[in-house]
């Protein structure tokens, strides 16, 4: 198979990264902690938490999960999440009868505006290749594990379209607001590897 559909940075960015961050280290413009939590905020907080908005207000506003599921990309850019490797989205909807993951099989396409920077199991070999042969035992390895009667299906990102999975709305969420809403929506459940926090989570 060809990898043409995904993004492939130049063979020497890596390094070129590395050499960057060692020189403004030495200089002592940049400490490597710092560098560090920056990375931390992207990779956890800051990116999908814009992801954890778009799940909130589709547990929240039928008409906008509607739009959500035939028009992705355009549903995500009216809360204003858009741009670089986010062109062409789809969203993928988790319910008692399908449990959807996401992975990306040749690289780590991944969609940056809504979940942020990838994990670093997202782009490892491990995962890449055993989510398409054996995803309910991925999933166990999670301990995302989903019954026997639900079908899963995995969705291979590419340079042209991103997935975002859509999970179930917890029980014991009635009458929540989307802000609280949001608070239960984990990277996790966004890439279908774990679940939202349950409300007693939440709490605890
Ligand atoms: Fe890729």
Known sequence: MSDEHHTKPPADIALRVRALESLLAERGILETAALDELVDTYEHR???RNGAKVVARAWTDAQF???LLTH???AIAEL???GVQGEDMMVVENTLDVHNIVCCTLCSCYPWPTLGLPPVWYKAAPYRSRVVIDPRG?????NAS??????VRVWDSTAELRYIVLPMRPDGTEGWSEEQLAELVTRDSMIGTGFPRSPAELGG
Not at 146 to 151: C, G, I, K, L, N
């Open 46 to 48: 800051i990116g999908p």
């Open 65 to 67: 999960k509607e739009r």
């Open 72 to 74: 992705s990309t355009e």
């Open 80 to 82: 204003g999440f858009a």
């Open 138 to 142: 991925v999933l166990a390895e999670f």
């Open 146 to 151: 989903v019954p026997d009667t639900t079908e």
